[in-house]
């Protein structure tokens, strides 16, 4: 195990998706979408600290790590998009879960996903061990690209104990399968706000 600052990750896993056929269709090129999960110790938990600051700043060399992961799990293959997520265990709270989701980690997927533009999609939630969390994902270079809202449902069997929090991050290699209502197609992209 290795210290994050005051933040120590105690495990890692991984999922991935491939998803080969849609409706009865087959989906060229495959969809693959992967997530890397850091169970860390939360140094919070069962008391209330005005500063979240070792968290925010704890988050960096964790999402380095991780989104490294997460984004090796897709290759050859690279991200379109992706998106974050944290569940909080029961002796933590949900803010908890937001500080290591900051710029600081935004920052870090962008730069593991080649880079990108756009803001990026989150949820947080506080939950005991066995639960599921739906990790949003959107384009990394432009919000309004409709055909890659999508998302990844994730459950964490084990995790997180009270004490720890799991902090996610998912990438994804391409929009959903069959996408068919419009909206701004990913070969429109200008990049210049992260938009559009």
Not at 66 to 77: E, F, H, S
Request: hydrophobic share 40%; aromatic share 6%; with cysteine.
């Amino acid at each position: 195990m290795r210290r994050e600052g005051r933040v120590k990750i105690k495990r890692i896993l991984t999922f991935f998706d491939e998803v080969r056929e849609e409706g009865g269709h087959a989906v060229e090129p495959p969809l693959r979408k992967a997530a890397a999960v850091a169970i860390v110790v939360n140094p919070f938990a069962g008391r209330y600290e005005p500063d979240l600051t070792p968290l925010v700043h704890g988050s960096e060399s964790i999402g380095r790590e991780i989104c490294a992961i997460a984004v090796g799990l897709l290759a050859p293959d690279t991200p379109q998009s992706y998106g974050k997520a944290a569940i909080v265990g029961l002796n933590g709270e949900q803010e908890h879960g937001v500080a290591m989701l900051t710029t600081l980690f935004g920052n870090v997927m962008r730069d593991a996903a080649g880079g990108g533009k756009a803001w990026i999609s989150s949820v947080t939630k506080r939950a005991a061990p066995g639960a599921s969390i739906d990790v949003p994902l959107a384009h990394k270079d432009a919000l309004y690209v409709r055909s890659h809202y999508d998302g990844m449902t994730l459950t964490l069997q084990d995790a997180p104990l009270p004490d720890e929090i799991a902090v996610i991050c998912a990438y994804a290699t391409r929009g959903r399968p069959h996408h068919r209502v419009g909206g701004l197609a990913a070969s429109e992209i200008q990049g210049m706000d992260g938009l559009r």
